[in-house]
């Protein structure tokens, strides 16, 4: 059965810091996608990485894609308040591409 | 484009009643899904359903929630009768289909409130 885990479950921290949360696995994906999801909304897709060791920017999220395709990071450069959410990583399993599992997600604050 | 739209938001029902959901997907996405999402937790798949054929149910519990697609468009999820386990946000996801399974959209979701 394919897992995955993020850490850290929680995070809180002023505005202006950087920040990095993670998403591991110990089985290989053929695509790894982040979301992120606002208080009473649904999770809104924000990128889709596919080949090991992948670094993709949007703004100031930077995302990066395990070599061994087994993991994944997301690194928040001077977080903002607009920030605030549930990020969850989900993954395309290697031979069953079509099944798709999310991770329990990174809780973020981020204070004014 | 609109996205994708579920209906009730929230839903507050007492334990044994029955419940729906309904689900319209964006134009287009031949690949439906239903998750159930807890409480600072991320989503579980219920079912997927490719056009009007459910292709994966393995989670669904079936002797109580049933789900249908007709005309491989509009969708239903239904629980009957409700247990207070069963309080959580259901949410709809849709993807042009195989092979973009990893490009999901989902909808705001349904709060169900068990009492």
């Known amino acids: 059965t394919q897992l995955l885990e993020q850490s850290p479950q929680f995070l809180s921290i002023q505005e202006g810091e950087n920040l990095t949360v993670y998403c591991n696995s110990s089985?290989?994906?053929?695509?790894l996608q982040w979301y992120r999801q606002e208080p009473g909304e649904g999770p809104v897709l924000l990128v889709t990485?596919?080949?090991?060791?992948e670094v993709k920017k949007l703004k100031r999220l930077t995302f990066q894609f395990g070599d061994a395709r087994k993991d994944s990071s997301l690194h928040i450069t001077a977080a903002q308040p607009g920030d605030t959410g549930l990020y969850l990583c989900?993954?395309?399993?290697?031979?069953?591409?079509?099944?798709?599992?999310f991770g329990p997600g990174t809780s973020l604050s981020v204070i004014p | 484009e609109a996205g994708v739209v579920q209906s009730p938001r929230y839903k507050i029902i007492e334990k044994k009643q029955p419940v729906a959901f309904w689900c319209n997907p964006i134009?287009?996405?031949?690949?439906l899904y239903w998750y159930l999402q807890n409480l600072g937790q991320g989503p579980e798949l219920l079912i997927r359903?490719?056009?009007?054929?459910?292709?994966?149910d393995s989670q669904l519990p079936k002797d109580r929630f049933s789900a249908e697609r007709l005309k491989g468009v509009d969708s239903t999820l239904k629980i009957q009768p409700a247990e207070l386990g069963d309080s959580a946000v259901y949410l709809c996801?849709?993807?042009?289909?195989?092979?973009?399974?990893?490009?999901?959209?989902f909808g705001p979701g349904t709060r169900l409130t068990v009492t």
């Open positions: 996801a849709s993807s042009l289909g195989p092979g973009k399974a990893y490009e999901q959209y």
């Open positions: 134009s287009g996405h031949n690949t």
């Open positions: 990485v596919v080949t090991g060791g």
């Open positions: 359903y490719e056009n009007e054929e459910a292709v994966d």
């Open positions: 989900a993954g395309a399993g290697e031979t069953s591409y079509d099944k798709v599992i």
């Open positions: 089985s290989v994906f053929s695509s």
